[in-house]
């Protein structure tokens, strides 16, 4: 499936949680990140819960010592 992580178009196995995306995409999970998508904000809490879904936009937000 494709989604748009941060302004790119990316191509990424079906089923893949917002977890394993911040994992693959940061190298592994900075101290403090917020993830933005389908216009909602998603708290750490939340990150193994959301399934993206094919053309999802998905933004990350970091703050923190550990920005990217």
């Known amino acids: 499936m494709k989604i748009i992580i941060s302004g790119k178009r990316k191509e990424v196995t079906d089923g893949l949680t917002v977890a394993q995306l911040i994992n693959s995409e940061t190298n592994g999970?900075?101290?403090?990140?917020?993830?933005?998508?389908?216009?909602?904000?998603?708290?750490?809490?939340?990150?193994n819960d959301v399934v993206?879904?094919?053309?999802?936009?998905?933004?990350?937000?970091?703050?923190?010592?550990?920005?990217?």
């Open 52 to 68: 993206l879904q094919d053309g999802d936009t998905v933004e990350f937000i970091y703050s923190g010592e550990e920005e990217c």
């Open 29 to 47: 999970r900075p101290r403090y990140v917020s993830v933005v998508t389908r216009k909602e904000l998603l708290l750490e809490g939340g990150f």
